[in-house]
């Protein structure tokens, strides 16, 4: 279920200017955070029409409020924060957790420097109490700065592939029965990863989506029917045309073949810290990603094999790519939802979520840094000749996170998707499952190959480009119907 938003009350006597223009900032710098409401004791009957002038400076529209009574609000609702707005003994006691009152002087009979003066002040209120009342999120250390630690990372790995070769060496010819190319300790490093975040699949919710399928098919439109196809044109583009004389044709191929098997595979696991940070529909973004991962067990596969062998120029063995799709996917998969359901049914959904779920947060962190690690390691001639490679693979990535995430979220914006189900679904359509993406490149192509120094130059961007659309989702907010409002479940 969507997390209980905190519910701030503006209350003065007609509710019609200030109560209503700290509604209207409320509602603008709050929307996601907080519930925001107003009422007056004596209520007018209508918003004072100064008032809707000087708010639409802002940049807020106050047409869509009204003056109301007391007598108005919703029953039932707990007030976190009651303001009343200087109105002294005219303002009615109402029970909340926290009560301010605000000294205020009425505007509406003075002059527009003044009117303006108030309006202004009631906007830094308003912003300091939705502050305390429902703080912003953040990422935690490691998320924060994960490519300071992929950074760190990569000179540890280049410094082991230099320093000790014949056991980076040992280690890279280390793989799981002659001719499966699937690496032993690569692949037992990604199981830690991937078995974790398969944890949190619950496919039960996607009983919901009936309710509310347009958000999740136009981010299913564009994960498998754009986000590959985009990827492969780009990376043909980049790579076999306009950097061709800097790379060469044999590099070409297999950095086409990575970024695409970069983009054949949907965000699993960040997609989650994304949607936090723009206080996404936790429910809604759980059944987006629970659809993805069971399409990826059929599309994967037959994608990445039509793209790279039409794009890359680069066979496929279909057989090892089944390999890896059983190994990265379907037992991970298995075993988490065979996790999740027998201890929720003998611990508990609580204890599921409290102690079992955290207790793999560490060790996902320390498998993530050790498989860059040994990456980097496996890849440390390359680097070493070619380091202005990186900056090169990094510019079709960039281009396609910023183009799909693009438009998810102009189409959810163009059918009214609400905020907190377009902004997780355009995060979804940008970002990648690098670690899944990262153990393909290698189990195809070899842990030493241009393919899998592609997928990794993707968790080399992942973090800031994602921050950066993160962050225009939260500017953005205003341009989509608030989640209340959008009842039709044939447009949200």
Sequence with gaps: MPERLPHVLFVCVENSCRSQMAEGFARASGRGRVAAHSAGSRPSGQ???????????????????RS?????LPTGVTWDAVVTMGCGDACPHLTATT???????????????????????????????????????????FERYLSVWVALCMVVGVALGKLVPGFVAAIRDLEF?????????????????????????????LLGVR?????????????????????????????KHLFL?????????????????????????????????????????????????????????????????????LQVPFLVLLYSVVAFIVIPLVLGSLSRLFLIRAKGKSWFESVYLPFFHPITTIALLATLVLIFAFQADNLTRHFGHVLLIAVPILIQVYFNSGLVYGLMRLFKIPHNVAAPGALIGASNFFE?????????????????????????????????????????????PAPEAATNPQTS
């Design 99 to 141: 009560r301010l009152d605000w000294d205020l002087q009425d505007p509406k009979a003075r002059s527009d420097d003044d009117f303006r003066r108030v309006r202004d002040r009631i906007e830094t209120l308003v912003l300091q109490l939705v502050e305390r009342a429902a703080p912003r999120r953040r990422l935690n250390v």
């Design 245 to 313: 004389p800097w790379i060469g044709p044999e590099l070409a191929g297999q950095y086409v073949a990575g970024v695409i098997i970069l983009a054949a595979a949907p965000c699993t696991a960040m997609v989650f810290v994304w949607s936090y940070l723009t206080d996404g529909d936790p429910a809604y973004t759980l059944v987006q990603v629970s659809l993805n991962d069971l399409i990826m067990l059929v599309l994967f596969a037959p994608i990445v094999g039509f793209l790279v062998a039409g794009a890359a120029g």
């Design 47 to 65: 918003v004072n029409p100064r008032a809707a002038a000087f708010m639409k400076e802002r940049g807020i529209d106050l047409g869509a409020q």
């Design 68 to 72: 109301k009574g007391l007598d108005d």
């Design 211 to 239: 309710k509310r399928p347009g958000g999740l098919l136009i981010t299913l439109f564009v994960n498998w029917v754009v986000k590959p196809f985009s990827m492969a044109f780009l990376g043909w583009l980049f790579f």
């Design 436 to 480: 899944l993406a990262v153990a393909v490149a290698i189990t195809l192509f070899g842990a030493d190959s241009g393919a899998a120094l592609a997928t990794v130059v993707g968790v080399l961007v992942e973090v800031p480009v994602m921050l950066s659309v993160c962050a225009f989702c939260n500017r953005t907010r205003h341009w989509f």
């Design 177 to 205: 029965g002659e001719g499966s190319r699937i690496n032993v300790a690569i692949a037992l490093l990604i199981w830690l990863m991937i078995y974790p975040m398969m944890l949190k699949i619950d496919f039960g919710s």
